[in-house]
């Protein structure tokens, strides 16, 4: 089979399909066991812990309903992908399916989880290092709950959903499933890096503004909010909490810069065993997406609910002004990880593209 033949193919048995329709499948099972016993639903009013969730006002009967039909049809969805008669339909049967498809999508990665998952994950280095210290001092069952849980499953099923539908989607228009171009229009890397600088300025200032200010409270500093909510903060353990999240961020901030450097491509040589290898894309790529999701539902959640910086924190208008950049720093995020995976794709194994772009852009950096 030749390179133009592959193009526009479509596997009679995507891996990702099958995986995403099992899951989603024996989530919606779940789900509509949770709405007919009406027990074992942790969102809306049962989950009294959260206030930032997108959905703690929906009762719960209505949420795990709602949420069952959401699974239920990307199951459908993932099935009726697969097979020769979807790699082509038609043109109403395509949007109706990519607009279900991508719709399911949101639901399960930026509606169901809250800030809670991207806590978890900015604690987590510090919660495995001081267990055996017995530092900090939490009970680690209340961090593993049920909302949690349903969340991470969510967050995996929109994942395994979103994978497919892009394979899907390009191969539906005649693209390579694999890499996404078309033979007759390749394109360059050199666009790809000059978005990638832009969005991954905007990626790594957004965490630096946010780590000043957890900074500043760690220090005691009453940056933004009242004093009354900083002296709250000296008497527990909020302020180095606080600086943990900072922490999280200067170092992601930090990893963010490698999509755009030399060092985001090869490992320094200082890096022992390593150094000197090329990074592979995916290790960049897959960590930088994943955090771009989990912001981006953070984010929506703390603009679904101001009142808690606004009140509880005493918070002047600029501070909550950082918070709304979450979902332009997510994006942002995203933008320069795929910047990145543009620029570092190199040739395709399954279509044979990238050769003539590799060299072009080669001949370009040659010349400048």
Not at 40 to 50: A, E, L, S, T
């Amino acid at each position: 089979m030749t390179a133009a033949d592959r193009l526009g193919r479509v596997r009679a048995r995507d891996r990702y399909g099958y995986a995403a329709a099992i899951l989603t499948g024996g989530l919606a099972v779940l789900a509509f066991l949770c709405a007919a016993s009406g027990q074992g639903y942790p969102f809306g009013p049962n989950d009294p812990v959260d206030d930032m969730s997108l959905i703690r006002a929906v009762p719960a009967g209505v949420g795990a309903a709602l949420l069952a039909g959401v699974l239920f049809v990307s199951m459908l969805i993932m099935l009726g992908m697969e097979g020769r008669r979807a790699a082509r339909p038609g043109g109403a049967g395509r949007a109706s399916m990519l607009a279900l498809g991508w719709a399911a999508v949101v639901v399960l990665l930026f509606v169901v989880p809250d800030i809670r998952l991207l806590a978890l994950v900015a604690y987590l280095p510090m919660l495995v290092v001081g267990a055996p210290f017995g530092w900090p001092d939490v009970d680690y069952s209340s961090i593993v709950t049920a909302p949690m849980a349903w969340q991470g499953v969510s967050v995996s099923a929109g994942v395994l959903v979103a994978i497919r539908m892009v394979r899907w989607q390009r191969g539906s228009r005649g693209a390579c499933v694999a890499c996404g171009r078309v033979h007759s229009r390749a394109g360059s890397s050199s666009r790809a890096a000059t978005v990638g600088r832009w969005a991954t300025g905007v990626a790594v200032a957004v965490p630096l503004l946010f780590a000043a200010t957890r900074y500043a409270w760690m220090a005691g500093v009453p940056l933004g909010i009242s004093d009354a909510a900083m002296r709250h903060l000296l008497d527990t353990d909020g302020r180095w909490r606080g600086g943990a999240l900072a922490t999280f961020a200067v170092i992601g901030a930090g990893l963010t810069l490698g999509l755009v450097q030399h060092w985001g491509e090869v490992f320094p040589r200082w890096v022992f065993r390593i150094g000197g290898r090329r990074v592979p894309a995916r290790l960049a790529v897959i960590p930088a997406m994943v955090v771009a999701v989990l912001i981006m539902s953070a984010g929506l959640g703390l603009l679904s609910n101001t009142d808690i910086l606004f009140g509880e924190l005493g918070a002047q208008p600029w501070l909550v002004g950082i918070h709304a950049l979450w979902p332009i720093w997510a994006i942002a995020l995203g933008v320069a990880a795929y910047a990145y995976y543009l620029r570092r794709r190199g040739r395709c194994a399954t279509c044979g593209s990238g050769d003539d772009e590799l060299k072009r852009d080669d001949r370009r950096r040659d010349c400048a």
